[in-house]
């Protein structure tokens, strides 16, 4: 089984700021990909970004990145530059190779203009 | 771009009531799933297909069951709603070997 627990139900950012979402996770799979999903307010849900396990370097992609650490079951996103555009819900999941993803609870990032 | 599309962004229903969620992919994806999402939960998942006709429970399948007769078209059926299966849906499909997953706009169906 796999299990995802972000423990910020809520964040806000400042436009123009960073901000920081944590996710941990257990899996006892040793080949895995972790994902970060964003659901904006009554859109659809996107992927931001993406990470296998194998590798090493932290994945990113424009203003969104990752810190992963694999030994500490760690994967938290990091959004610099905040934009009005990026408040949304986010959701850290992990998949493995029997197709199934698990999600977290979610974190809703809220920016401040 | 990868387009998924469900029949309904809102729907009511009385309980007992037979209600249909459709789902259409069209971008010949093999892999389609059913998640609910809860406030505090995230999303589970109820069902999944790995291709035409083939279909495995997921991590909550009970009151539900799902129908996948053509390789786009994935259906969630609920056989008599109650109102404990108030909830957003969201449908998701992704191409087999691929780890990425690309949802549809959700469903919001109220239970009354």
């Known amino acids: 089984a796999q299990t995802v627990t972000q423990s910020q139900p809520e964040m806000s950012v400042q436009e123009a700021e960073t901000v920081t979402l944590s996710c941990t996770y257990d899996t006892s799979e040793s080949d895995y990909y972790l994902f970060w999903y964003k659901q904006p307010p009554s859109r659809q849900m996107i992927l931001v970004i993406r990470q296998e396990a194998y590798k090493q370097q932290n994945a990113t992609e424009n203003r969104f990145s990752v810190n992963f650490q694999k030994a500490a079951k760690s994967f938290s996103l990091k959004i610099s530059d905040s934009q009005l555009g990026d408040a949304a819900m986010y959701f850290c999941a992990i998949g493995s190779n029997d197709y199934k993803l698990s999600f977290g609870a979610g974190t809703t990032v809220t920016v401040r203009a | 771009d990868v387009k998924v599309t469900q029949s309904s962004r809102y729907l009511v229903k009385r309980t007992g009531e037979k209600v249909f969620l459709e789902c259409v992919q069209d971008?010949?994806?093999?892999?389609m799933f059913w998640y609910r999402q809860d406030p505090g939960l995230g999303l589970r998942l109820i069902y999944f297909s790995y291709d035409v006709k083939m279909k495995e429970k997921g991590d909550i399948p009970e009151g539900y069951s799902v129908s996948r007769e053509k390789k786009e078209r994935f259906s969630l059926i609920l056989e008599s709603a109650s109102t404990n299966q108030t909830s957003m849906y969201l449908c998701?499909?992704?191409?087999?070997?691929?780890?990425?997953?690309?949802f549809g706009p959700g469903t919001r169906l109220l239970v009354l």
């Open positions: 998701a499909s992704r191409l087999w070997g691929r780890e990425t997953q690309y």
């Open positions: 971008m010949d994806h093999e892999n």
